[in-house]
């Protein structure tokens, strides 16, 4: 079964040109997803290596010129290579932003005041533009200088302070978590102006930063520790949230892994034949979750994870095996879901990749295009008489 | 300093109008964010405890009958009750969608075909509208029945093999992550499907699921994964990214917690005064990485933080403290942002909340109104005449 594309012209986007002026990964990863929702999208990008990203190797692992990594946020749009302390380059770019529906950039604080592509000085030539910008930490206060970078950021957040047990230390989010959020919020703040702008004509400002958006990520927990005002600490074991009643958390079986979600006492004891747990009424599983996980975690070790599977699964327990990477891409699951696609470079290179998360009227909202080699689309945007 | 707010009626999405029939937390969360951007929400529940969320209480905490977790993800909304199995309220409820623009529900697969409330039907009375659908791994394939829950999907995706240490077992996010990013993702749908509707007069279907999500979420990390298929380990010591190279993590200090980004080791060996990091050529960072962390953590270990950070930060070194909540929370950085604000239900109760992520014409997107008692917007949106 494969599932259905939505073809190019009828996705949302169509017809919008947007200018990506960012670097590395919170602003590319937001014109990623206007480029999959089906808008143009042009990087703008330095003469000399372009976006930092290029040079940005994990894993050992490069897919022509430039990294994996950039493929990865960067496929599906074009490149034009401009100096924007060159006069004639940045002459050039003022006439593409002059009749562009979105730009994006993620300077830091004035940078662009200087060039002279700031909101006020735009908005008088395109009053229609909606202009993005990711920060770090906002533009003002006293972090304004702080380096914008996810690890860093989580860090600041308190974030680090709710994965893993108790005597861990902080134990971060494993990828760049804040970059995708932020880049998430940058799209919704830049789809809501466009609708604005659909009835008013006039575009206008959106600004997101990696500090606010990590906020916003434990909105939960944060409110919940704002209206009590004591710091709240990880399980001994097992935690997976620091405000969650017992059983929720991740428990060893006798050869594997296995998650419960919101589970009552009562049907756990019975289910996992675990007398011990009734000695706990229900109001008592947040606090004295301390003594009830390990309870479980005895319990569930004793047999594997399939035949707990096929005692709780039946009685509608939530619960849920505890899978990696390539036991999940092996079931059938994974596969109807169509996770994956293939990109391809001009030059034929290919890379598998995974597709935008949204269906539109049914449709993946797939693409084959890989990442363009620098300055690829230069001579398509900027005439060559621009750059005299 | 205040920062200035974004007035109701300059929102970008003032005017329109959406209805929330989902349930818990993705779907909700969705459509807080077209509230905190202007729309008008209202949930549509069931008359007998409404959303199941509003008795989901967590560290025992409550703001009225319902817990501050729902007030949480459905603040500003409206409420009103009806039960889909009553052909007077079903009617009435038709017509409320008939002139809505939006519609969110997170029902199980073939839920709302049997009401009549499918994209079909809907679509028929109201062909401008926007039909988002939340589900936990699709409409099709084998896991369509399986609970969409976020520690449950978080579990198969693979996603818990990335925080925490090698030595460990898998460590999920703390946070309801799934459930946000899933909610992001609908809004992006929608508000395209919005912009697209401004142009064509069309609504659609937007599809979501938490799983897609999930792949989309680590789409970095799966992208090196799919075109190396050698399975990651996390590093002995200070995992932050199964990809990334030495130092990129945490490290203990004399007294508290620093991160380190991105740094050459060369700089590291200068600056912590440890030659031994000149035994590592800068390409072997990777490679090596868990030969070169533990010489790093030994060398953290031995002054305090601040110590490091005045060390660190002149010379331009991608680092950071990392702070708890409480601490975070008396920083001039995060007052500058002004991430709080207090919201009051009806009947004046208050609890503060975190803002909305996005600042839009420089202004924040705040809002002072708690979430609804169930049923509090029944009469306004239908007519006792309907209910006969």
């Known amino acids: 079964m494969s599932l259905p594309i939505l073809a190019p012209e009828d996705r949302p986007l169509a017809g919008l040109k947007v200018l990506d002026f960012a670097q590395f990964l919170a602003g ?84 662009m005041d200087r060039i002279g592509l700031d909101i006020e000085t735009v908005r008088a030539v395109n009053p229609g533009i909606v202009y993005g910008h990711v920060t770090g930490y906002g533009n003002d206060g006293p972090w304004r200088d702080k380096p914008g970078q996810d690890l860093l950021a989580q860090s600041l957040s308190g974030m680090c302070w709710l994965q893993g047990d108790r005597a861990q230390g902080p134990v971060p989010v494993g990828f760049a978590l804040l970059d995708i959020a932020t880049g998430n919020n940058l799209v919704q703040g830049i789809l809501s102006m466009l609708v604005r702008r659909g009835v008013s004509g006039q575009g206008g400002l959106v600004e997101v930063d990696l500090m606010s958006s990590a906020m916003d990520l434990q909105f939960e927990q944060l409110t919940a520790f704002f209206n009590d005002d004591t710091l709240p600490s990880r399980t001994e074991i097992s935690n997976a949230n620091v405000y969650g009643a017992a059983p929720y958390g991740i428990y060893a079986t006798a050869d594997g892994w296995l998650a419960l979600a919101m589970v009552p006492l009562a049907v756990l004891a019975d289910l996992l034949d675990c007398p011990a747990l009734n000695d706990f009424a229900q109001p008592e599983a947040f606090g004295r979750r301390d003594e009830i996980k390990p309870i479980i975690a005895a319990a569930l070790k004793t047999r594997p994870t399939q035949a707990w599977l096929d005692v709780l699964e039946p009685a509608d327990v939530w619960c849920a095996e505890v899978l990696d990477w390539a036991r999940l891409s092996r079931t059938e699951g994974f596969a109807a879901l169509s996770p994956l696609m293939t990109m391809r470079t001009a030059d034929g290179r290919e890379a598998r990749t995974t597709r935008c998360p949204i269906r539109l009227d049914g449709g993946l909202l797939t693409s084959g295009v890989g990442a363009p080699a620098l300055g690829a689309h230069t001579s398509q945007h900027i005439d060559k008489a621009d750059a005299v």
């Open 28 to 111: 590319p990863a937001a014109a990623l997803r206007l480029a999959d929702l089906g808008a143009t999208v042009i990087k703008i990008e330095r003469p000399k290596g372009g976006d930092l990203c290029r040079g940005l190797v994990i894993n050992d692992q490069k897919l022509d010129d430039s990294s994996l990594l950039f493929h990865t946020f960067n496929r599906g749009k074009q490149s034009v290579a401009a100096d924007l302390k060159n006069p004639a380059d940045l002459a050039a770019v003022k006439r593409l932003v002059a009749e562009a529906d979105v730009m994006i950039h993620n300077f830091r604080p004035g940078v």
